[in-house]
Each structure stands twice: as structure tokens, then as C-alpha cells.
């Protein structure tokens, strides 16, 4: 019986390691870039630099920012923020240089436009919408116009 | 009575609202981020070689008058190995290729190429992804078509399937 359970112990291991072997290949083994983890020297330019990271979307884990995430990807992005930031660029010009490959997706505040036009409008369309199914209880002294409720 | 049917806008509206997530739930998840630099030119960049005996890549090379694939892999990146067999297939039609191999090391670029063969002409390496980053590209693998000016005409992303193999042939006959 003995036995047959370590067989079954070492057959466990095998397929398991068979089936983490690929995952944990699917990793790249280089360092990170020089600036993904290191600040700028400036502390104008770094905080400059950590405020547009904040709002710039992590393209492989998407729902995280790049400041927050560390998937090798959103290494390689703060390295190129940061030696843009460093060598002079503003960060609208930055971001503007991602949104012109990525699409506004890649900005957590998105310019308005018709794809965001409802966002920031729809809240005044409630408030509109509910003064007026609320209009006729707003009339005072004034019997309903229905005759009913109210 | 008139306005009756009132009482059944908040139903309405709440039936639209499930009516919607209903729809989005069984919708296939789309989270592919798809490049807008289309019909741009290839970003500024000259890459060194990604492993010995394969030459590294640069814009010029882009803009000889061929259209050509620009293949984004990794050595670490599994479906790579799954499209290699489309690839080498292109390249023995006669279709140049060149690739990007992101965040990878010279040994096991060759590694890779060892075990899958080579379809490259060129093999630039991108080690802080700042190419991938320039082309609009979200992950390996991508192949971007590139017409004989340098202009970027199309992203795929994923893996090249064996039934998009002439289909891409033709987009690159047409751009000839």
C-alpha cells in the first residue's frame, strides 16, 4: 500500500510541475528597466512623473495603474515616462504620445468627447428627468391636475 | 388615466438596464487593446541583435520598397512557439519577416529559434519594450504589416492561425 501511495505522491508532483512548468515560463527573466522602480533625481520632475503614472492604465493588467502595478510592461511604461519627464517633456505631451498609440483607453481621465459625453451628462439627465416626474408635487395650493394622488 | 403608462417607466428602465448586463455578461470578453498607430510610419529606433548571427533591426530597414511582416515574440512567451509553424510557412513563401523579441536574452532567443526554426530576416532586441511601447502594442504575440514605404497597414494581435496565412499573403501581394 505504501508503495502505491508514493507512486501516486510522485505521479501528483510530476503533473503538477508539468502543469506549472509552462506558467511559470511564461515570465520574462530580465531586470527591471533602470526607471521602473528608480525616482528621478528632481523632485519636481519625479512628482511631476508619479502623478501621470497614477492616471496611465496598465495595458496587461488592465483595472490597475501603471504607478500600481508590477507586470513587466508597466516597468517598461514608467521607464518611458519617466526618461520622457526627464529629458524635458511636459506630461500632456506624454500622454498625448500613449493616447496616440493606445487610444484614450490608456488614460484613466479621458478628454469629453462622444464616447464619454453620456458620463457627464447622464446625472443632469436624471436630475432633469426626476423634476419632472416630480413637477406636479412641487405645486402648492394647487390641486392636481389629474385630480388623483398627490 | 392618461398617463397611466408613467407608473411603468421605472420597470421599463430597470428591465432595459438588465436587458443590458444580461447582454454584456454573455458577451465574449474583448480586452484587447488594439493600436491606434495605424498608417503611421514605423517609429524612429535601431535595435541590436537579439541573439549572435542574426542581424538587429532599424527603421531604414523597414522602407526598402518590400512589404514585410514585423513579428513582436518572446522566447518566455508560449503561444510564440504555437505560431512559429505559421510564420515559418510565410517566410518559405517568400514573405521577409523580421522580429521584435521583447524583454528576452541572446541564449534564449537562440534556444527559441533552435527549437521552432527561423522565419527572421533581422531579430531586434527590445529589452525596455520601448519599441512595442512606440508601436501602440500590448503584448507578444502581435505582427504588424508594414508597406515598402515603412507605413504600418495593419496590427494583428495574437497568434497568426493557420487559416489567416493567405489571407495575409494577399494583403501583402496587394500592397506590393
Known amino acids: 500500500m505504501t508503495g502505491r501511495c508514493a507512486w501516486a505522491r510522485r505521479a501528483a508532483w510530476a503533473l503538477a510541475l508539468a502543469v506549472a512548468a509552462p506558467a511559470a515560463m511564461a515570465q520574462d527573466s530580465l531586470p527591471p528597466a533602470p526607471l521602473a522602480y528608480k525616482q528621478l533625481a528632481d523632485p519636481a520632475q519625479e512628482a511631476a512623473a508619479t502623478a501621470l503614472m497614477h492616471e496611465l492604465r496598465c495595458l496587461v493588467c488592465q483595472g490597475q495603474s501603471i504607478a500600481d502595478s508590477d507586470a513587466p510592461l508597466a516597468g517598461d511604461m514608467r521607464h518611458e515616462v519617466r526618461s520622457r519627464i526627464a529629458a524635458g517633456e511636459s506630461p500632456d505631451a506624454v500622454r498625448d504620445w500613449l493616447v496616440a498609440r493606445y487610444g484614450n483607453w490608456v488614460t484613466y481621465d479621458p478628454p469629453f468627447d462622444a464616447a464619454t459625453a453620456l458620463l457627464w451628462i447622464g446625472p443632469l439627465l436624471f436630475l432633469l428627468a426626476g423634476l419632472w416626474l416630480a413637477r406636479g408635487r412641487f405645486a402648492v395650493g394647487v390641486p392636481d391636475e389629474r385630480g388623483e394622488g398627490a | ?176
Do not use: H
Request: hydrophobic fraction near 45%; charge should be negative; glycine fraction near 8%.
Open chain 2, 1 to 176: 388615466m392618461k398617463k397611466n403608462w408613467l407608473l411603468f417607466a421605472p420597470l421599463a428602465i430597470v428591465s432595459l438596464l438588465f436587458g443590458v448586463f444580461l447582454y454584456r455578461l454573455n458577451a465574449p470578453e474583448d480586452r484587447m487593446v488594439e493600436s491606434r498607430w495605424i498608417n503611421q510610419p514605423m517609429p524612429t529606433f535601431n535595435l541590436p541583435p537579439a541573439t549572435a548571427g542574426i542581424a538587429g533591426l532599424k527603421t531604414s530597414d523597414l522602407a526598402d520598397g518590400q512589404p514585410r511582416l514585423v513579428n513582436i515574440f518572446a522566447s518566455w512567451c508560449i503561444p510564440c512557439k504555437a505560431e512559429a509553424p505559421q510564420l515559418d510557412a510565410l517566410a518559405k513563401a517568400g514573405v521577409p519577416i523580421d522580429g521584435i523579441a521583447i524583454r528576452d536574452r541572446p541564449e534564449d532567443v537562440a534556444a527559441f529559434l533552435a527549437e521552432t526554426g527561423n522565419p527572421f530576416d533581422r531579430i531586434g532586441a527590445d529589452m525596455q519594450s520601448s519599441v512595442q511601447i512606440a508601436l501602440g502594442s500590448s503584448g507578444v504575440p502581435e505582427t504588424f504589416i508594414v508597406d515598402g514605404r515603412g507605413i504600418i497597414r495593419e496590427q494583428i494581435q495574437g497568434i497568426i492561425t493557420p487559416a489567416m496565412v493567405p489571407e495575409i499573403q494577399r494583403k501583402l501581394d496587394s500592397l506590393k
